[in-house]
C-alpha cells in the first residue's frame, strides 16, 4: 500500500473478495518526505479497512538496487528506468520474497495490469502446465504493463492485480462511495522516489557537470551544455536560445560531452527503424525464440504511453536481440526499455534498448 488511492482500492477489492488482507507500505529511498506522508495516508486507510498493517524497510535495498542504478546508467551516458529496476528488484523482488517468507500465498499492488491464468491441460503427454499472462489493462491511458515486463512465470504465480480490469474514473468513484481517506489524493507525478526534487538536481549531487557544446545536425555550434549526462534522446529543453524553431535532443556523445540537436519533432535524425536489446525477458517462456532465423510480429513500445508500433522481433545471440520497425520510430533512448506485446493486447516481454 503505497498511500495512493490506487493500492487503497485494490485493497478494498480484495477485502471484500473475502481475502485475509494486510496491508504493507514500503519505506524506501526518498529525499523530500512525502513517503512519510504516504505512509500515514497507507495505515489509515488500513484502519479504515480493519486490515493489519505492516511497515517494511527497504531504503538500503533501494539505494543500492535502484538509485545507484540510476545514477550509474545517467553517468555512463544512457537513460536508464528506475520504475522497471523498482519493480523488479524491491516491488517483486524482495518484497514478495520477504511476504511468502512470512506465509503470503500472493501480493498484490495497485498497477494497471491485468493477469490472465491459464490451467493446465491433460493430453497424452502428461499435465500441460498453468501459465500466466500479463495484458493490458482495460483503462490504456493508466495501463503500466510496460514496467513490468521483468516478471517472471515464477512470479506471477502469486501476483494479484486487481484493478486491471477497472478505468481510473471507476477506481476514484468506488473509493469515495467505501468513504476511503485516499479517494481524492492527486496521483503522484515522476520519479517516486524524488518527490518535486527535480532529476537535474538530484543528479547534480552525483554527476560534477562539465561544459560542452550543442551542436546541429550539420555540425554547427548553436549553443553550451552543463554536462551530456544530463541529458536524454528527444529531450526539448537543452538550454539553448535564439532557434527559431524548436530543437530536440538527437544524440550525445559521453567522451566527447557534445550534446546533438535536431529541428522539429519529425526530424530523420530522430528516427530509427531498428534497434538492439539486451537483457531480454520473455515474460511467457514459452514464447522466446530460440530459432536464430525465425522473425516474430510484434507490437512495440519504447517509451512509456507512446503508442504501439508494429515491428520483428529475432534473435542475434542467446542474450542480444532485435527489433525492426515496420516504420522509423522517434526519441529511442539507449538505457530505456523496449516492451512487445501480441496484436491481442498480451505483453511478452521486453528488454533494456543498446547503444
Excluded at 501459465?131 to 491511458?141: E, G, M, P
Excluded at 554547427?220 to 532557434?243: A, D, N, P, W
Excluded at 501480441?342 to 511478452?348: C, I, K, N
Aim: net charge neutral; proline share 5%.
Amino acid at each position: 500500500m503505497s498511500g495512493g488511492v490506487d493500492s487503497s482500492v485494490a485493497a478494498l477489492l480484495l477485502h471484500d473478495a473475502g481475502y485475509d488482507v494486510t496491508g504493507v507500505f514500503m519505506r524506501c529511498y526518498n529525499i523530500d518526505g512525502c513517503a512519510e506522508r504516504d505512509a500515514t495516508d497507507a495505515r489509515r486507510v488500513a484502519e479504515h479497512l480493519g486490515i493489519p498493517f505492516y511497515v517494511f524497510d527497504f531504503e538500503e535495498e533501494y539505494k543500492k538496487r535502484v538509485v545507484e542504478y540510476m545514477v550509474e546508467g545517467y553517468r555512463a551516458g544512457i537513460t536508464p528506468n528506475p520504475d522497471v529496476m523498482c519493480n523488479k528488484e524491491i516491488k517483486f523482488g524482495l518484497f514478495l520474497e520477504k511476504a511468502l517468507s512470512l506465509g503470503a500465498d500472493f501480493v498484490a499492488t495497485g498497477h494497471y495490469v491485468r493477469l490472465i491464468v491459464n490451467s493446465g491441460i491433460a493430453n497424452r503427454n502428461g499435465l500441460k502446465p498453468i501459465t500466466y499472462k500479463l495484458l493490458s489493462a482495460r483503462d490504456a491511458q493508466k495501463d503500466q504493463s510496460y514496467f513490468l515486463w521483468t516478471l517472471t512465470q515464477e512470479q506471477l504465480k502469486h501476483c494479484l492485480f486487481p484493478i486491471g480490469d477497472y478505468l481510473k474514473s471507476e477506481v476514484r468513484e468506488i473509493a469515495r462511495k467505501a468513504g476511503l481517506p485516499t479517494a481524492e489524493k492527486k496521483d503522484s507525478q515522476g520519479i517516486c522516489f524524488l518527490g518535486k526534487v527535480t532529476l537535474a538536481d538530484f543528479l547534480k549531487d552525483y554527476i560534477a557537470g562539465r561544459k560542452g557544446e550543442v551542436l546541429t545536425t550539420t555540425g554547427e555550434k548553436v549553443g553550451s551544455h552543463e554536462g551530456v549526462e544530463f541529458y536524454t534522446i528527444g529531450q526539448r529543453h537543452v538550454g539553448v536560445g535564439g532557434l527559431p524553431k524548436p530543437h530536440y535532443v538527437a544524440a550525445k556523445d559521453v567522451k566527447t560531452n557534445t550534446v546533438v540537436v535536431a529541428e522539429g519533432r519529425d526530424n530523420p535524425a530522430l528516427l530509427k527503424k531498428e534497434l538492439e536489446l539486451t537483457d531480454v525477458n520473455f515474460t511467457n517462456p514459452s514464447l522466446e525464440i530460440r530459432n536464430w532465423k525465425l522473425e516474430i510480429p510484434v507490437l512495440a513500445r519504447v517509451r512509456y504511453r507512446q503508442p504501439l508500433f508494429p515491428a520483428k522481433l529475432y534473435n542475434l545471440s542467446p542474450k542480444t536481440y532485435h527489433l525492426k520497425f515496420d516504420l522509423p520510430v522517434k526519441f529511442i533512448a539507449p538505457g530505456q526499455s523496449a516492451v512487445f506485446y501480441s496484436r491481442e493486447g498480451e505483453m511478452l516481454g521486453g528488454g533494456v534498448i543498446m547503444e
